[in-house]
């Protein structure tokens, strides 16, 4: 039977938090804002976004190359530790606009239209079931692909691509309403 | 058809959000125009709305602070 020496078991766990270091850089507010849009806290999402990082160092070792990417198993990790603040809190928050902070908030005009959008957004969102949500908040806000997205929902690339589409017909037609 | 135009969507949405443009992206199945336009419009929309940017240094200092030698060494923080 094969077994891993020490010295390549170390190695492997190097290369894999050079990769997370890696996808620090590229994952931290991908992440924070996928959190944001479960929990609606600004400040909140970026400690927990931490807490991601911080615990796939802890358990770098227990991480499998074989199985979904880092990627992927980093958004596993900020579905769980959102569910437990869910729980911890006992209430789902709606996103709270007057929080958000936008990008290009010397411009009132401007910031006091994004803040529209995105309350019209988080609005047609809720007609949305909670796996759809799921899916768009991975696709758009993560930044993962539909396989990717597959891997963290423990589905199919199929029947992610599915919710994918219906649930952006659902946005289109709320949206389109909204527009009226 | 219905998966082939799921499939279809999602090379646009990844396309979209490599920073294609709507109008290119569109240029590549023009069968489909039609079909496709609206929920990449919705796509978009939706995905601007949350556009805002996270502090990822404030809160690497901050956590840093909690965790200085190890966390610092791994993401990088200065």
């Not at chain 1, 020490?6 to 990769?19: L, V």
């Not at chain 1, 991480?63 to 530790?81: C, E, S, V």
């Not at chain 1, 958000?100 to 019209?120: G, Q």
């Amino acid at each position: 039977m094969a077994s891993i020496t020490p010295h390549g078991s170390k190695e492997k766990t190097r290369n894999n938090e050079t990769r997370l270091a890696a996808l620090y850089e590229e994952y931290y507010d991908k992440i924070a804002r996928y959190i944001y849009t479960r929990i609606g806290d600004k400040s909140e999402s970026e400690d927990l976004a931490s807490e991601v990082f911080f615990k796939a160092l802890k358990s770098i070792k227990t991480y499998r190359d074989t199985g979904p990417p880092m990627q992927a198993w980093l958004f596993k990790i900020a579905h769980n530790l959102v569910v437990d603040h869910l729980r911890k809190v006992s209430r789902i928050k709606t996103v709270p606009i007057d929080m958000v902070e936008i990008v290009d908030d010397n411009d009132p005009v401007n910031t006091v239209e994004k803040k529209i959008e995105m309350e019209k957004v988080s609005a047609a969102m809720i007609h949305l079931t909670e796996e759809q949500r799921e899916v768009l908040r991975l696709r758009f806000f993560g930044g993962l692909t539909s396989r990717e997205a597959a891997d963290v929902l423990t589905k199919s690339d199929g029947a992610v691509r599915e919710m994918q589409r219906a649930a952006l017909e659902k946005l289109r037609q709320l949206l389109d309403v909204n527009k009226q | 058809m219905t998966s082939e135009f799921d499939n279809i969507l999602d090379k646009c949405i990844d396309r979209l959000s490599r920073g294609e443009s709507l109008k290119k992206c569109l240029t590549y199945y023009p069968e489909y125009k039609a079909l496709l336009e609206p929920l990449l419009r919705a796509m978009t929309e939706t995905a601007t709305a949350y556009s805002f940017v996270f502090s990822s240094e404030a809160s690497c200092m901050r956590d840093a602070k909690s965790s200085p030698g190890e966390t610092a060494t791994i993401i990088g923080c200065k």
